[in-house]
């Protein structure tokens, strides 16, 4: 199911509504999108505009009610339970807003957790290193700052050198330097493995950093806009 | 609707299945409290009611032969507020579907009146009219046992002579509740009767024409009753008295008294047990929502909500489980208790018998029900007042796990991420893991003692028939005799040996304390009737001097080597200091025991004795039987077969249906305890385990953490349970011993592991149960849930 060069995910006509009648909520409606292998798409839009449920859809968390996503030959709308699990297992790392790391692992732990269902993961202390995490690797997530917990998540989502990288607002908790940090952190990975990496943010600054933006609203994809001068995380305003 | 109540109501149906199971666990405590305590009230009142209204004796004696004008000095002694004389004996009572002689005790009827003391009720037919020698009452379990009914002809041998009874009515009374025959444990309403006759009849029949040989007395309430003992005594000792004594030594109530302690005991120990489990259930679930809520606590709380406000909102939770636990415990609770005084009814028998628990049971399960739950949300109330309304803006922070201390955490590296998690999250919550434990232990040794009780009365049994007593039957004679009488017993038909039975009713001194006690004397070398210890060792008494039991020792405060004080009861009375020469643990039956030699010679009687064991050839039992229905002197047969038969079947009604409702409400608290933690645990974690989904671990993969959790809490709880339940049983069987019998120690290792089973099988079915929710989990919206 890798898909060659080209196209990571493809999408058509895709769909995903809520509820039914007249409550019915039109979450994404029909969606086109090629998105390329490699590149960093950053997905742009208010709240509820449809980023997030994309994202999802793309990461195997949710199905689509109608249309095609397909991740190489791999049609994410029909695949069932086991091959999504597999599929995330295999090729897809997820980045959250709240980290979402083990409370009970260290950080170590934490990426160990992936790295040890992997089929070729690079070593956890790589991983971290990556980040730029080299110390407090044995602290639990209680002792780490907001950032820090972050950038454990993004070496944990990494560390199975994921086709694709899916990151949900993964500067919306976080400080300006520290959200810096790991902007810099997954652009990084990015650049080093050649990661597809997708990031949602209402930040519209953020959007500079990325190959392409996409504008969400109301469900639907208002525009896609190529970057010809991607700035420096450090760059952005917040 | 207040919108907290509207909150209340849609929680609670979240809550639901944990409510249920925390109501469960508080309704088997409340449900044995209503049971026991009902049944203990149902009991006293039908006993206290029948003994007033039946005028039951508080004293009696029996004695040689007392002339009939005394009657009238004894009622003036002041204090006596009734006295009646009797006539009493025994007889064979020969009935033609039956092969063996069945015993009857006799008591004589008061011409032209009904008894002033142990009235009779009559159940069928009429009172016997005075002016009919023949007539007679039979006790009703006899005639229920038999068919007997009213007009029916008995055949009955009295002192030699063959009598023709009618059976007029058939009665009870308050003086044989329990009907048990003189020197039995047991209820054998088919081989022991109780006739009432014609005062004249029975006393010509005795041979005590204008004298009574048994009285039984009434005394004032407010009379001193040792003082009435005294002059009674003094009055009667000259005729041969026994010495008087009071309930405490009625046969009958004595049983009935031990039984009420008994129900205390089961009142007093079990609903706490169930409770604390409840209490602690309640706890886990409160303190899990409370912490679940914090930011809407806190957001409540900076709407302007007061402290109380929000403590009383998750009091009612606790106020809902509680009503749950208290209308499904009064329920359970009146059905057991029904069915319970229906046993009782086939073994006590009153007038009226019903399973009344009161009101005032009622309003104290209701009052023990709410304040179980009440204390149970004391935490969780105190945790969501003292909440500050700022966490409802402060961002979630993971739960502050620490390293462990570098011992737990070297053996925790070997381990798997996951039973990494496991380990450090029980080790995280010590105190709910541990109770978690305790409540299956609890469970555990809940079931191990329900299941050795009847184990233990096996053994007893056992040991009783197969080590102590191994007679094929016991004869006993209508009075003392001369031991020639064995050389006859020896020549009946089938006798193959005989060992004399010889027991002296005394009274014993030591300082200021007196007991009255039977001295059982065995012959050197007994062969049928044995002294075991609870060890099980065969024991022989001292050679010389007296060996008492642990009990008597106790109760009169001597040791070996001591002197104690032995007066007679009945023969040539004799008065003398005897040495105790041993003290030993007896599983069953008497408390002092003498060689039978020396007993004779010390009670200045030797060669006297009361009946004989037998072992019999069994193809000559019939022989032996008829010929028994012919002989005077022998009123009663009682063959060890027919006992064991009667004591299984009394406790396979009692015990089946008790070790049906342990299993029942053991399994129940190990089930509510594991699913309530189970689902705690899957909750608290419902984020982690939707993260581990999400980075590619499979449904059966992640099960794996509750799973494993309740496991190791499993593994923990079994052996401690295990341990609790033997000391809990151990403790359980020693309130439950009399002075008529003790337990033997016990391990059942049999047993112990089909109860370790059943729990592990409740604990493992209640966490995949709830495992099921893991299988409900939206990814999606767990990822979005946080704390």
Known sequence: MNPARGSVFTLQKLCKSYGTGPATVHALRGLHLEIDRGELLVLLGPSGSGKSTLLNILGGLDRPTSGAARFGDLDLATADDDTLTEYRRRHVGFVFQFYNLIASLTARENVELVSQISDDPMSPDEALRLVGLTERTTHFPAQLSGGEQQRVAIARAIVKRPTVLLCDEPTGALDVATGVKVLESLLHINETIGTTTLLITHNADIARIGDRVVHFADGSIRTVEANTRRVAPSQVRW | ?787
């Open chain 2, 1 to 787: 609707m207040k919108p907290l109540t509207r909150k209340l109501f849609r929680d609670l149906r979240r809550l639901r299945l944990q409510a249920i199971a925390a109501g469960i666990v508080l309704g088997c405590g409340i449900a044995i409290f209503v049971m026991s305590i009902g049944t203990y009230g149902s009991l006293e009142s039908a006993r206290d009611n029948y003994y007033r209204e039946a005028r039951m004796a508080d004293l009696a004696t029996s004695l040689v032969r007392a002339p009939e004008g005394i009657a009238a000095s004894l009622a003036l002694i002041p204090g006596v507020s009734a006295i009646e004389t009797r006539a009493a004996g025994f007889g064979l009572i020969n009935l033609p579907q039956v092969d063996e002689p069945v015993t009857a005790q006799l008591l004589s009827l008061p011409a032209d009146r009904r008894p002033l003391v142990n009235d009779l009720s009559l159940r069928e037919g009429r009172w016997p009219e005075s002016n009919r020698a023949n007539e007679a009452l039979v006790n009703e379990a006899f005639a229920a046992a038999h068919g007997i009914k009213p007009g029916d002809h008995i055949s009955i041998l009295i002192r030699g002579e063959r009598r023709q009874l009618t059976a007029v009515g058939i009665a009870s009374s308050p003086e044989f509740v329990f009907v048990v025959a003189p020197g039995s444990i047991l209820p054998e309403p088919d081989r022991f009767g109780i006739l009432w006759m014609n005062r004249d009849t029975l006393m010509r029949a005795l041979d005590l024409e204008g004298a009574f040989n048994d009285v039984v007395i009434r005394v004032a309430s407010e009379a001193d009753r040792p003082r009435v003992i005294a002059a009674l005594d003094e009055r009667l000792g000259r005729y041969g008295s026994r010495g008087v004594y009071g309930q405490d030594r009625m046969l009958s109530a004595r049983y009935l008294t031990d039984e009420l302690s008994q129900l205390k005991t089961l009142a007093s120990v079990l609903p706490p047990i169930f409770l604390l489990v409840a209490m602690f259930l309640i706890h886990s679930v409160l303190s899990r929502l409370v912490g679940m809520e914090k930011s809407n606590i806190g957001l409540l709380k900076s709407f302007g909500y007061r402290n109380w406000d929000i403590g009383w909102h998750y009091a009612q939770f606790s106020l809902v489980f509680s009503v749950i636990g208290v209308v499904f415990g009064i329920f359970l609770g009146n059905l057991i208790g029904t069915y319970m005084t229906g046993v009782y009814r086939e073994v006590y028998h009153f007038p009226i018998l019903d399973f009344q628990a009161g009101l005032s049971t009622y309003l104290g399960a209701t009052a023990v029900g709410v304040i179980a739950g009440l204390l149970g949300a004391v935490g969780a109330v105190r945790e969501a007042t003292r909440l500050a309304p700022i966490v409802a803006l402060s961002p979630p922070t993971p739960t502050a796990f620490r390293r462990l201390n570098s011992w737990v955490e070297r053996r925790a590296k070997s381990l798997s991420l996951r039973w990494r998690m496991v380990v450090r999250r029980l080790l995280h919550f010590p105190r709910r893991s541990a109770m978690t434990v305790i409540g299956i232990a609890l469970a555990l040794a809940l079931l191990i003692m329900s299941e050795h009780f009847p184990i233990a009365v096996n053994r007893l049994i056992d040991l009783n028939f197969g080590t102590a007593q191994r007679m094929h039957a016991t004869l006993t004679l209508s009075e003392q005799r001369s031991d020639i009488v064995l050389r006859e017993i020896a020549r009946l038909p089938g006798v193959i040996l005989v060992e004399p039975v010889r027991v002296a009713d005394v009274f014993f001194s030591h300082e200021h304390r007196h007991e009255r006690e039977a001295i059982i004397g065995l012959p050197r070398g007994a062969a049928l009737n044995r002294l075991v210890e609870s060890n099980r060792d065969v024991v022989e008494p001292a050679e010389k001097g007296l060996t008492l039991s642990t009990s008597l020792a106790r109760k009169l405060g001597v040791r070996v080597g001591d002197q104690i004080r032995v007066q007679a009861t009945d023969g040539p009375r004799a008065l003398v200091e005897v040495k105790v020469s041993r003290i030993v643990s007896p599983f069953l039956g008497g408390s002092a025991y003498m060689d039978q030699a020396e007993l004779g010679r010390l009670l200045r009687e030797p060669s006297r004795v009361g009946g004989a064991h037998v072992i019999i050839d069994s193809t000559q039992r019939q022989a032996l039987n008829e010929r028994l229905k012919q002989i005077p002197a022998i009123v009663g047969v009682a063959y060890t077969d027919n006992f064991q038969i009667a004591l299984e079947k009394l406790f396979r009604e009692g015990v089946g249906f008790f070790s049906n409702m342990f299993l029942f409400f053991s399994l129940s608290m190990a089930a509510g305890v594991a699913f309530s933690a189970a689902r705690i645990t899957i909750g608290e974690q419902e984020r982690d385990l939707a993260t581990l989904r999400v980075l590619g671990y499979k449904r059966r993969s992640i099960s794996m953490l509750p799973l494993g959790e309740m496991t190791v809490l499993l593994v923990l709880a079994i052996p401690t349970g295990l341990l609790l339940g033997a000391a809990l049983s151990n403790w359980m069987m020693h309130q439950f011993e009399t002075d008529l019998f003790s337990f033997p120690l016990i391990f059942d290792s049999r047993a112990y592991a089909r109860s370790a089973l059943f729990v592990a099988a409740a604990v493992l079915a209640a966490t995949f149960w709830a495992r099921q929710s893991i299988d409900r989990m939206q990814l999606v919206a767990a990822l979005k849930a946080h704390e």
